[in-house]
């Protein structure tokens, strides 16, 4: 598997590639077959915040590329066997098209595996599977572990350089999870001891309500004692916000990604920074990329081959602008494909 492909200049697509689209060719990049034959399924492992953008751009991806059809279908549980049988139904249904985040990094290649066997379009979308082999056509997920290091980079500056560091993140078997520990423990080394991190709080990403009551018992037991958090998952990230700015402790929180609890929060000071991801680059993009494998137009030059969509620090001086920044490297990104990682006819 070729690991990872950068976005020049990293951050996420909104409005800006649905316009870009017509502008660029949003149809067939080669000849044969027809986008109009595509119908795709955007699948995620469960219901989460993170993908509820996936929604609208499969929705928009539809409209600009002519695709027979999009469905966004959440209802895995967070099962890998259910996922398998949604997917599994999907196909029945004459979905030619996947773009999945596999419930278990280390079983989805075998999903993988299964759906490429049939000849059909698969990519893993934000989230790679577990080990140096991708059996999907192409991986294009948020590079976490790049991620993660700049969000704990950022908690750090923000401490002054030195201190007690805490991490809160997701599921601790996940190698997401690993690679984001992985970030926050380069950064903090690169300190020579000036920074000290206490252990990481995983598995609590699960949902609002549980990442609350982590972040409320650990403000609770040694809020006095922390100078830094950097949160490198959704719900931590959400929950934090809010707890360190009721507190009114003097803890400089790095969250990830962009809910507006978030993005208010730093706008009032009272979170330093967040690291914004590419959702919606993620399912337009590899939806385009998808649809030209489906119809046959193209095919991947390095099957397996991991991208990196892109990650984005925001801070008080560009919360307004941002997304601009993200839009532009989508635009990047959709390019990077059509002109380097397929061979269409």
């Not at 950068?6 to 017509?22: D, E, H, K, N, Y």
């Not at 030059?301 to 925001?314: A, E, W």
């Amino acid at each position: 598997m070729v690991r990872s492909l950068a976005v020049a200049a990293a951050a996420t697509l909104t409005i800006g590639l649905s316009a870009c689209a017509q502008e660029e060719g949003g149809g067939a990049a080669g000849g044969e077959g027809s986008l109009s034959e595509v119908r795709l399924a955007l699948v995620p492992g469960g219901a989460h915040p993170y993908f509820q953008p996936w929604q609208q751009a499969g929705k928009d991806a539809q409209t600009d590329f002519g695709l027979a059809g999009v469905t966004f279908n959440e209802t895995g549980g967070w099962d890998q066997s259910k996922q398998n049988d949604v997917i599994n139904s999907l196909v029945a249904n004459g979905y030619n098209a996947f773009g999945i985040f596999g419930v278990s990094p280390t079983d989805i290649n075998s999903t993988f595996k299964m759906l490429k066997g049939s000849g059909i379009a698969t990519a893993s979308i934000a989230s790679c599977p577990a080990g140096e082999t991708n059996e999907a056509d192409f991986c294009l997920s948020t590079d976490v572990e790049i991620a993660a290091y700049t969000a704990a980079q950022a908690a750090i500056e923000a401490m002054g350089g030195s201190g007690v560091l805490v991490h809160l993140t997701g599921n601790n078997v996940d190698s997401n999870t690993q690679r984001r520990i992985e970030g926050v423990k380069k950064a903090v080394d690169e300190t020579d001891g000036a920074v000290t991190v206490l252990p990481d709080v995983t598995d609590i990403d699960k949902d609002l309500t549980t990442a609350q009551k982590a972040v409320a018992d650990l403000l609770a037991a040694q809020g006095s004692q922390i100078n830094g958090i950097v949160s490198t998952a959704y719900n931590p990230s959400v929950a934090a916000a809010t707890a360190v700015a009721d507190s009114k402790l003097d803890i400089k929180l790095v969250a990830i990604d962009d809910d507006e609890t978030i993005l208010t929060a730093i706008k009032e000071g009272s979170v330093y920074a967040t690291v914004a991801q590419n959702p919606v680059g993620q399912a337009y993009v590899g939806s385009w990329a998808l649809a030209q494998l489906a119809s046959k137009a193209c095919t991947v030059k390095q099957p397996g081959v991991v991208v990196d969509s892109g990650s984005f620090l925001v801070t008080k001086d560009n919360v307004a602008t941002y997304d601009d920044e993200r839009q532009a490297a989508s635009k990047k990104l959709k390019s990077l494909f059509s002109d380097s990682l397929l061979n269409c006819k």
